[in-house]
């Protein structure tokens, strides 16, 4: 098949989840006042959005586009606890009782984010059916499993380990040598989840406005101004929940500790429900061993293949990356090849030196970033917790809450050093696989 017959008639350069649960836009005239000003519509200005108003306050949500157009409805999905600060080795140089208190926090967001789902009845697909983590190399296989000793032991979720022999219940695929299996983690759709924050967050009385993009926050007279693309508001306390957005004009301090790195995804056309059943048996999600890692997913309705990845050392376009993102999915499962690609999107993960998240104040206004790709629950957990620490209610302090957030050396908002990251990451990971 051609680069150009893998892909579908009506092949989208938008997020497969838009499909369901597309972004709005709303341009109503922005008020002059609120007690809170939230910027970003994402799962984290939302969830803040939801909780501040809950209490009564006057909240203002403001998106630089259209509301919910940004890094939460272009992920994965994917929801865990703690995972990422273990198999993602933020747990190296942090000090151990700080590092409690961080799992804490992350077994805590994935405890929020399926209470609020389930005690609010939002729609957004949630599914707590396991996640494998396959391993790349059979060296990796032993460091996956001495990860999943660790998780189990921090973070008490059931941990399996697994052959290449016994993992075909798991994966129709033996491009692994193994892996783990993590019980209690999942997913949702991030589109309709992002949907049905917004109509909780009206529902209790905060306003949303799109296209207001953010120029600059003053102190003025005891308060907020915040200065718009639409115009001023005044404001008793502003909050910047942008994470992989974060941009330097608006904050230019906080944008000089705080990376984008783009990760694209693509989905497959509808493909026979028996062959996806064949994939991956039980829908789990799965990610891998590779520190230039993918991860994929069986869409939450079971028909298509969703499968996210860098498409190499330098950014492209869409339909460039998913013609090298399909010979990465088709490495694992070549009987895809048939199959064409109907949707290739981008998105913006915030990523931090030390791959942990951040909280506190800077440029004006409190903020909350860093979800180092493990954002769904985080983030969400993040927004209410910044919530919580403007109306005083918190119950303890935040972990993610430090002062030593320090900035990046020769970075100002601009990720030049990201192509070499990424090609480093590559290196290692062909080297590891040859030696393997």
């Known amino acids: 098949m051609s680069d150009q017959a893998i892909f579908t008639e009506d092949f989208k350069t938008t997020p497969y989840w838009w499909d369901a649960a597309p972004p709005e836009t709303c341009l109503d005239a922005l008020p002059a006042r609120a007690d809170v000003v939230i910027v970003g519509s994402g799962f984290a200005g939302l969830n803040a959005a939801v909780e501040l108003a809950r209490h009564g306050k006057n909240v203002v949500v403001l998106e630089a586009n259209e509301l919910g157009s940004g890094g939460s409805t272009r992920t994965g999905g994917m929801i865990s606890s703690g995972q990422k600060l273990v198999v993602g080795g933020a747990i190296k140089g942090i000090p151990p009782d700080l590092f409690q208190h961080m799992i804490a926090d992350s077994i805590a967001s994935f405890a929020f984010i399926q209470t609020l789902v389930r005690s609010e009845q939002l729609d957004a697909d949630l599914f707590i059916g396991g996640r494998y983590f396959g391993a790349h190399t059979q060296k990796q296989l032993a460091s996956l499993y001495e990860m999943g000793d660790i998780l189990h032991r921090v973070t008490g979720v059931t941990v399996h380990k697994v052959d290449q022999e016994n993992q075909a219940a798991i994966i129709g695929s033996r491009f692994y040598h193994g892996g783990i299996l993590v019980d209690e983690y999942g997913g949702v759709h991030p589109g309709k989840y992002n949907r049905a924050l917004r109509a909780l967050a009206r529902q209790h009385g905060a306003q949303l406005f799109s296209h207001a993009r953010v120029k600059s926050v003053k102190a003025e007279g005891g308060g907020k101004v915040v200065y718009t693309e639409r115009g001023t508001v005044q404001a008793e306390s502003v909050i910047f929940l942008t994470n992989g957005y974060t941009e330097k004009d608006a904050t230019p301090n906080l944008a000089k500790r705080i990376v984008p790195v783009k990760s694209y995804q693509i989905a497959t056309e509808p493909l026979p429900r028996e062959l996806l059943e064949r994939l991956i048996p039980s829908g789990r999600m799965i990610t891998d061993s590779r520190r230039d890692l993918i ?11 969703l499968f996210g990845s860098r498409p190499g050392i330098m950014d492209c376009d869409e339909k460039t990356a998913a013609i090298r993102i399909r010979q990465r999915m088709l490495a694992i499962w070549p009987e895809l090849a048939p199959y064409r690609i109907s949707h290739a999107w981008s998105g913006f993960v915030g990523m931090t030196r030390d791959k942990t998240a951040y909280a506190g104040e800077m440029d004006n206004a409190r903020f909350a970033v860093g979800c180092n790709g493990n954002g769904v629950a985080l983030m969400s957990w993040l927004g209410f917790r910044a919530a919580q620490k403007l109306l005083g209610t918190e119950p303890r302090p935040l972990s993610f809450e430090r002062s030593n957030f320090r900035p990046i050396p020769l ?26």
């Open 295 to 305: 991860y994929t997913r069986p869409s939450p309705d079971g028909t298509r293949l």
């Open 411 to 436: 970075y100002n908002g601009k990720p030049w050093f990201v192509p070499l990251v990424s090609g480093w990451y590559r290196l290692r990971d062909a080297i590891d696989k040859v030696r393997d």
